[in-house]
């Protein structure tokens, strides 16, 4: 059997294969949760400007230091890893370090947007992921959980099933 | 027949320079992603029908290597996407075939196939006297063009593993051919 035979006939085999050419949809929560930390900061920061222009430069230094994302390089949860975590997990590991006032905000729903919700609670969820880059904020920490369908791990724990 | 095609896994082997390789600025962005791996998807599919002699569990095995690419799109040394993307599916496609053996406890069959070339219908039948990773390795070699060092880096086997099969598939392939 000649070589280029065999190679001319393996390729109109593989060509005749049935086979998709569309690919699954993408999972695209980690977008989507990154996006909803600045939600969550817009009447904080809103608050911070009218504070700032009322007060002057000092209080705006502090309120944007107390705004600063404590996952953050330097801030008091660097490394925390947070996202590798179940919620119960997380808050127990933050009350272990002194952060017992932990605002919750569990969003719901599917990925595309679709029948979701939003609400913020002061007890940690039983399951969801928990989305990296918490903030402090007025000496609460929020924390948001990722409870959509078909959303995904996010930071150093994309491959978690969600717990 | 050993031959020059580009890069496979690992990434210490990756020259970076093949027309499936991706600029490394874009590996965070989904939309990146699907215009770099999206076109490879159907071929995929098509490659996996026939390794795996059925076109549902291609399908499967194909859905879930592209999720998983896209979850380690991040870690992907930017080099060849093709074979990166081959090299999680074809690895999927073998762990499938081992849990249906395992859990099933029956010899994992190929199917008939009806897309088959009327004209050459030998050809398949042929192949499914080979095992999965001997008709995959082949097909990489001959219709890819990558070398038995690239498909052994893909395997996780030694290169005269990948030698061997190529060898023996072709082997098969002629004596299976030749008889009929």
Known sequence: MDPDDLDSRLAALEARAPGRDDPPELP??????????????????????????????????????????????????????????????????????????????????????????????????????????????????YMVVDQRTGATGGGTCPDLPMP | METTGRL??????????GAHSVAAGSRNDPDAF???????????????????????????VAQDAYLR???????????????????????????????????LGILVRTEPAPWTDPSDPDLWGALRGLDGRTRAALLLNVLDGYTHREIAAMFEVPEGTVASWISRGRAALRAELGQR
């Not at chain 1, 009322?54 to 996202?83: D, F, I, M, R, Y």
């Not at chain 2, 496979?8 to 320079?17: I, K, Q, R, S, V």
Request: contains cysteine.
């Open chain 1, 28 to 141: 695209r929560s980690r977008r989507r949760g990154l996006l909803a930390t600045p939600l969550v900061l817009a009447p904080v920061l809103l608050l911070a400007l009218v504070a700032s222009a009322a007060a002057g430069g000092a209080v705006v230094a502090t309120l944007v230091q107390s705004t600063e994302g404590v996952q953050n390089p330097g801030q008091p949860l660097e490394g925390a890893n947070l996202e590798c975590m179940t919620p119960p997990e997380a808050a127990a590991y933050l009350a272990a370090r002194g952060f017992t006032d932990v605002v919750w905000q569990v969003e719901t729903g599917d990925i595309e947007g679709k029948a979701g919700s939003t609400v913020q609670v002061a007890t940690p969820p039983d399951h969801g992921y928990v989305v990296p880059g918490a903030i402090l904020s007025d000496g609460k920490l």
């Open chain 2, 8 to 17: 496979a896994l690992p990434a210490a082997t990756a020259e970076g320079t």
């Open chain 2, 34 to 60: 699907e215009a770099a791996v999206g076109p490879h998807y159907g071929p995929l599919t098509r490659r996996l029908t026939v390794v795996l002699g059925n076109e549902h569990d291609a399908e499967d």
């Open chain 2, 69 to 103: 690419a896209f979850r380690s799109w991040d870690r992907f040394d930017g080099a060849d996407v093709r074979a990166w993307l081959y090299t999680i599916a074809l690895r999927l496609a073998f762990n499938h075939v081992r849990r249906r053996r395992r859990w």
